[in-house]
Antibody, heavy 122, light 110 residues
Framework: EVQLVQSGAEVKKPGESLKISCKGSGYSFTSYWIGWVRQMPGKGLEWMGIIYPRDSDTRYSPSFQGQVTISADKSISTAYLQWSSLKASDTAMYYC???????????????WGQGTLVTVSS | QSALTQPASVSGSPGQSITISCTGTSSDVGGYNYVSWYQQHPGKAPKLMIYDVSNRPSGVSNRFSGSKSGNTASLTISGLQAEDEADYYCSSYRRSSTVVFGGGTKLTVL
């Protein structure tokens, strides 16, 4: 059974750093893209970026380029999303999702993690 | 980057059919057959309902169907049921190797 299990909720202060995780199981972790999606309170889904764990090929939405870093450790089948300096506006639910597609095009997200709630408040 | 355009809300009575539109450009919806649709119930993770414009994943009811014409994709739900009440999001591959979501549509079953 394919599963993506995300790390638990976080409460942080502005300016702090954070790294959240997404562990895949039940499939070949290195054969599928893993993407990250933000959902701010009461708002819609926003695609942030994606990584191909086999070679760490990473692509970012222009809206998130330079704001976050996506990485992966294929030895433990885990992808990460990290911030170096959080802002209150980073408060949101963050989902990881396995994406289908090729190196040339990225298609649909067929499996999703349960979400990690990040709250940034002074 | 700008999101795909969806109506904010649609509604229908049980048993009726509704269609949700998703309008993009030739750089995303119109240029590729990589449109997908997701259902999200409150407090839950999104669920894939349609992929590659018109394909249904295993386990998704055949009451859900997808299509595309030009720069606009559509999700149709026939035989509306109370459990279909949720938020629906379209998504498309966009030139420059990224993915973009629509703003979301709230479906109310009257």
């Amino acid at each position: 059974e394919v599963q993506l299990v995300q790390s638990g909720a976080e409460v942080k202060k502005p300016g702090e750093s954070l790294k959240i995780s997404c562990k895949g199981s039940g499939y070949s972790f290195t054969s599928y893209w893993i993407g990250w999606v933000r959902q701010m309170p009461g708002k819609g889904l926003e695609w942030m970026g994606i990584i191909y764990p086999r070679d760490s090929d990473t692509r970012y939405s222009p809206s998130f380029q330079g704001q976050v870093t996506i990485s992966a450790d294929k030895s433990i089948s885990t992808a990460y999303l990290q911030w170096s300096s959080l802002k209150a506006s980073d408060t949101a639910m963050y989902y990881c999702a396995r994406h289908r597609g090729s190196v040339a095009t990225i298609s649909y997200a067929d499996y999703w993690g349960q979400g990690t709630l990040v709250t940034v408040s002074s | 980057q700008s999101a795909l355009t969806q109506p904010a809300s649609v509604s229908g009575s049980p048993g009726q059919s509704i269609t949700i539109s998703c309008t993009g450009t030739s750089s995303d919806v119109g240029g590729y057959n990589y449109v997908s649709w997701y259902q999200q119930h409150p407090g839950k993770a999104p669920k894939l309902m349609i992929y590659d414009v018109s394909n249904r994943p295993s386990g998704v009811s055949n009451r859900f169907s997808g299509s595309k014409s030009g720069n606009t994709a559509s999700l149709t739900i026939s035989g509306l049921q109370a459990e279909d009440e949720a938020d629906y999001y379209c998504s498309s591959y966009r030139r420059s190797s990224t993915v973009v979501f629509g703003g979301g549509t709230k479906l109310t079953v009257l």
